[in-house]
Structure formats: C-alpha cells, structure tokens
C-alpha cells in the first residue's frame, strides 16, 4: 500500500523555522522525482519546491528561494522542507507528491492531480 505520510507542521511566530517530514511507503521512493506542494486557506495549490531523483537538482518557488530548502535521504525514504524565516503567508498546509519522470528532473505541477502519489497534509500556521 502506497503511503507518504507528513509531518512537521505546527503554529509558529513570524521569522521562525520549522521542518517538514515526508515518510514514504509501499514504492521505490529512489525512482520518483518528489515535490512539496501548499494550499492556503482559500486559494488553490501552488508549487513550493522540487527535487530529483538523487537528490542533486533541486528548484523552488520564488517565494520559497533563500529560505526553504528541500532534500531527501532515499536510504530513509524520507523527503523534508526546512523553512526559515517563515512568514504568514506561508500559511497552508504543504503536502509532498511523488512522480515518474522521463528525465531527471523534478516535477514543477502546482496540483496534486499531476502526481502519482500525494500525502494527506500537514498544517503550517505562521502568526505575525
């Protein structure tokens, strides 16, 4: 049974961090681009950040650069999203997806319909 399970969420203040989890299961996690994915209360989802299969190619919204970073540690098959200087519009719940690309790449679709497999969510409240 395929499973991406996240973790990590909480409230927080303005400028503070959080890191976010993505325990996977039930797929050969090492083969699948990963992304994380947000919707804020009351808009659609967007794209947050993307890494490839090895971990070694990685972009992010440009909302997210220079302050989230994604990585992945396929022996754990494990995806995280460490966020700093967090503000509130960052605000959402942050799922991760997983897709099968033809290159090595990663995925930069902002709904989770693009992906083969997707969590149920973790909630990230940032207050000013």
């Known amino acids: 049974q395929v499973q991406l399970v996240e973790s990590g969420g909480g409230l927080v203040r303005s400028g503070g961090s959080l890191r976010l989890s993505c325990a996977a299961a039930g797929f050969t996690f090492s083969t699948y681009a990963l992304s994380w994915v947000r919707q804020a209360p009351g808009k659609g989802f967007e794209w947050v950040s993307g890494?490839?299969?090895?971990?070694?190619?990685?972009g992010y919204a440009d909302y997210a650069k220079g302050r989230f970073t994604i990585s992945r540690d396929n022996a754990k098959n494990t995806l995280y999203l460490q966020m700093n200087s967090l503000r509130p519009e960052d605000t959402a719940v942050y799922y991760c997806a997983a897709t099968l690309l033809d290159e090595d790449t990663y995925s930069e679709y902002g709904g989770l319909a693009g992906y083969h497999y997707w969590g149920q969510g973790t909630q990230v409240s940032v207050s000013s």
């Open positions: 890494i490839n299969t090895g971990g070694d190619s990685t």
